[in-house]
């Protein structure tokens, strides 16, 4: 009689999740931080997310249908997950060429030349926000000024961002109100603070996420900025002002967290999200660009596979040492 009995390696239990849960569910978590971009960004915030997404999808399914001539995955939601982050790092007069290239180097050289989903070393969101900001530092530094869903795209009024502000000392900052409410110049989708915060809370809920690398991260930033304010406040803004302001919460919360990039360890978060927080701060407060989030992110991108390397999870079955 044949034996009956097959064995197969582990997991056996299978949670239920999936790449498209994931990613459809960090979509969802990005809602209110969009529907607050229409609010104050209006047509602007529409149009480039529409072509962010669009074009970052095209591109995907023409590399994987001609160029590396395997199965595409445009369903997944990774693509649409990337056209939408790279959009909402973006002013919201941005040129559509300017966009679309964006999306190129995003998909083509941030994830596809990697060999696509869970092979990429860096965020590939982050890839193309970097490449245009060094490419096209005018056109990534015009901030239209926020209004109730303002119809102009091209011509709309522009101005300073509230950490250009006080990296310049000059101008007077935005009102607390403001500052949490998002009606301030920035890329759209970063200002809307509580809205952001909103959908972190969504992703805990899901458990899509965990909280040791956004919490972890801006505690580092406001802990980095408090020092530096309580030394010379005529100098640093308080910590308030730079948590709630540029691209802290949106990096924390929706790129720093990305499943791919960071590491799995939670000791290895803590050591990863610590980084990203003070980079970020030295940046801000000693660099030449006002906003230091993007760079710190993909800094410690880099430095991922060397936390995995050193810091590891307790292995599954094995027994730990005595004395």
């Keep these: 009689m044949a034996n009956q009995l097959t064995i197969s390696p582990s997991p056996h239990i299978h949670s239920g999740d999936s790449v498209e849960k994931k990613m459809y569910g960090v979509l969802i978590a990005l809602i209110p931080a969009f529907i607050v971009s229409l609010v104050y960004f209006g047509l602007g915030a529409l149009i480039i997310t529409a072509v962010s997404v669009l074009s970052c999808v095209l591109f995907e399914y023409l590399i994987q249908k001609y160029l590396i001539n395997g199965r595409t995955t445009v369903g997944d939601g990774s693509a649409i997950l990337t056209g939408v982050l790279l959009a909402f790092n973006l002013p919201s007069n941005l040129p559509v060429w300017i966009v679309i290239l964006g999306a190129l180097v995003a998909i083509g050289i941030g994830k596809m030349s990697f060999g696509g989903l869970g092979n990429n070393i860096f965020n590939p969101a982050l890839i193309g926000r970097v490449f245009l900001l060094i490419s096209f530092p005018a056109q990534m530094t015009s901030w239209p000024q926020p209004g109730f869903f303002p119809l102009e795209y091209a011509d709309a009024a522009t101005g300073a961002t509230t950490l250009s502000l ?46 040791h690398i956004p919490v972890i991260m801006i505690l580092t930033v406001a802990a980095f900025t408090g020092i530096m304010h309580a030394i010379h406040p005529s100098q640093y803004a308080d910590p308030f002002v730079h948590v709630f302001s540029g691209g802290l919460l949106l990096g924390a919360i929706f790129m720093a967290t990305d499943y791919v990039t960071s590491p799995m360890s939670k000791k290895g978060m803590v050591v990863y999200a610590t980084g990203i927080g003070i980079l970020t701060s030295i940046i801000r407060l000693f660099g030449a660009y006002p906003e230091g989030v993007s760079f710190a992110i993909l800094i410690m991108n880099a430095f991922t596979p060397l936390i995995n390397a050193y810091i590891k999870p307790k292995r599954f079955g094995k027994e730990a040492k005595n004395g």
């Design 166 to 211: 006080i990296k310049g000392h000059f101008g007077e900052l935005p009102a607390t109100s403001a500052m949490v409410l998002g009606k301030m110049g920035g890329s759209f989708g970063e200002v809307g603070s509580l809205a952001l915060i909103a959908g972190f809370c969504y992703l805990l809920w899901k458990k899509i996420i965990s909280w």
